[in-house]
């Protein structure tokens, strides 16, 4: 009996050490996939240079490992196991509270100082930000933050022991008010709504196990940003309503975005889920669905999945995620983001979003300031701005001894070099033979009146300074000069901006302008060869050059 008893058990071991293999090649029993940042490696081709090498060896055994029969079960027994006995979750950015709650760990640390940008930082952050407010509303258009509460910034009393009572709380936060509130930036602050909300709802506006605001929350979200659109805009959106509410004990969507990649062997129970019902309002007066471009992290997902504003805006209105993909408001797909064509669609939308979280506040506004910034600033002239400014300060406080004007700090300097070259006008020049002006790179960037179209090579900025000189940029940011210890011609060559690289603009009739430099003399079109000199004392038909807006 013992001899038939110890056959059973060594066939049943055989049966358990082989059974994994039998699944993995025959696949007889239906497993799940793990969730999360699990990525089945292809698989291999046997070539003799990869045997070689070991490249195949290693490629089969990964290929192997990974598909291991029952895999997905042993990984979630042991996720279930160390859970449940040790509290332990095995995803790297996850970490649990109190009370079943899950927080982000970097979205944590960063919440509450422990990744902290700095002030200099978050300053140039704003300042650019700015810079691209200023850009948008020049073309009509109107800018807007909002800035996304995270889970622990709302519930941080579920936090663990180690984050309770901290000394350095929201410091990016507070930067990015106070320097949107220096630049008079418009934003919507949901951290403080939110705060609001907590303290008249029972609702939970985080799931216990979840990383963004809850699907009942967002709705919140929805109406403070389509009120703030009306404001901006000075609009009325076509209005909806919620008509009930639907309890679910299954999460939806994002509800339980943390749950899913602990791979555990069951449902963490959070409770009931609440689903919003909403219904389109027939309109009672005239709307406008505006063009909206949203740039944003994961957050507004929460807010495109309701399919509310696919319906009050504008059928060109897209979400950039992360300023690196696009997608349309209502359920078709998206792809990547055509950089190429992203400042023409910033420009002409009514509204630009701006939209970020707590736990994203490193890298905010994700890119875009800085594409706009690279695109439509060039900083070699605007450092050569700033050192005109310098001097002029300079010499204005040495001549007027008797008044103790306040030095410019850099940051004044900075920010007043970036305005003026910010409203820069940029311009065609038509001359008196009826010909563009051109800097011409082909041909040693000398300045001539030339050419009968103007493309690129006859664009020139204007900027204005405040003591009436101008200087001028050709298409390639070179300031024009007059060689004034030569021949006197224009030569759009130079990156410094001194005496011979400013110019008087002074207006003549029906829209024309005669450029005085430096010697005092008059810019002329030399009639033979149609190159500009500074040679002339006086303003005749060959001085005078048409301004025509780019």
């Known amino acids: 009996m013992q001899t038939k008893i110890k056959y059973i058990l060594f066939i049943l071991l ?3 050490l082989f059974l994994p293999m039998i699944q993995q090649y025959t696949q007889y029993f239906t497993e799940t996939s793990l969730q999360g940042a699990f990525v089945p490696p292809p698989k291999p081709e046997y070539t003799f240079e990869k045997v070689q090498s070991f490249q195949y060896q290693k490629e089969i055994e990964d290929y192997l490992n990974y598909n291991f029969g029952f895999r997905p079960f ?5 996720n279930t196991w160390e859970y449940l006995f040790f509290k332990q979750i095995n995803v790297a950015d996850q970490i649990e509270g109190k009370n079943g709650y899950i927080y982000s760990l970097g979205s944590t640390e960063r919440t509450f100082g422990h990744y902290y940008n700095g002030q200099e930082n ?10 691209l407010r200023n850009e948008i509303e020049k073309n009509g258009g109107t800018l807007f933050v909002v800035i996304a509460p995270s889970k622990e910034s709302i519930y941080p009393e579920y936090l663990p022991e180690k984050y309770q009572n901290t000394n350095t709380v929201l410091s990016d936060y507070h930067d990015f008010i106070s320097e949107y509130n220096k630049w008079n930036i418009p934003y919507l602050d949901l951290y403080m709504q939110f705060k609001n909300y907590k303290l008249n709802t029972s609702i939970p506006l985080f799931t216990k196990t979840g990383f963004h605001w809850s699907t009942y929350a967002t709705t ?3 109406d403070s940003i389509c009120r703030k659109l009306e404001r901006q805009l000075s609009i009325t959106l076509p209005k909806f309503e919620q008509v009930g509410v639907e309890i679910s004990d299954t999460a939806r969507e994002a509800d339980d975005d943390f749950e899913e990649p602990m791979n555990l062997l069951f449902s963490l129970n959070s409770g009931k889920y609440i689903y919003p019902i909403f219904k389109l309002l027939p309109s009672k007066k005239e709307t406008k669905k505006p063009k909206v471009i949203i740039i944003g992290d994961s957050f507004f ?7 509310v504003l696919k319906s009050l805006l504008s059928e060109e209105s897209r979400f950039w995620y992360y300023f690196s993909k696009s997608f349309p408001l209502g359920d078709i797909a998206g792809g990547e983001l055509n950089k190429q064509d992203a400042m023409k669609e910033l420009l002409d939308a009514d509204a630009v979003i701006l939209l970020g979280s707590m736990g994203t506040f490193d890298n905010f506004p994700y890119g875009v300031s800085d594409y706009m910034y690279s695109n439509l600033y060039d900083e070699s002239s605007i450092k050569s701005i700033k050192e005109k400014l310098r001097g002029d300060y300079l010499t204005h406080n040495k001549d007027n001894k008797d008044k103790k004007e306040k030095q410019k700090t850099e940051i004044e300097l900075t920010i007043e070099a970036h305005q003026l070259y910010g409203n820069r006008e940029v311009v065609k020049l038509r001359a008196n033979n009826n010909m563009f002006v051109c800097a011409d790179a082909a041909n040693q960037k000398i300045v001539s009146a030339d050419k009968p179209i103007a493309s690129l090579w006859e664009t020139f900025s204007i900027i204005n300074f405040k003591d009436g000189t101008s200087a001028i940029l050709s298409f390639e940011n070179k300031f024009l000069s007059a060689e004034i210890d030569t021949d006197k011609k224009l030569i ?3 990156d410094n901006l001194w005496d011979w690289e400013t110019f008087i603009v002074e207006k003549q009739k029906n829209n024309t302008v005669a450029l005085k430099a430096s010697n005092g003399k008059y810019v002329s079109v030399d ?3 149609n190159q500009l000199f ?3 004392d006086a303003v005749g038909e060959n001085e005078v050059f048409e301004i025509i807006p780019f």
Not at 74 to 78: H, P, T
Not at 301 to 307: E, G, H, P, T
Request: a positive charge.
């Open 14 to 16: 055989m049966v358990l």
């Open 74 to 78: 042993f990984v979630k027994l042991k």
């Open 122 to 131: 978050n300053a140039n952050t704003v300042f650019k930000i700015n810079l």
């Open 220 to 222: 919140f979200v929805q």
């Open 301 to 307: 997902w929460q807010v495109k999945n309701l399919r």
């Open 492 to 494: 759009a060559n130079r």
């Open 527 to 529: 009639r033979k060869t």
């Open 534 to 536: 500074a040679t002339s």
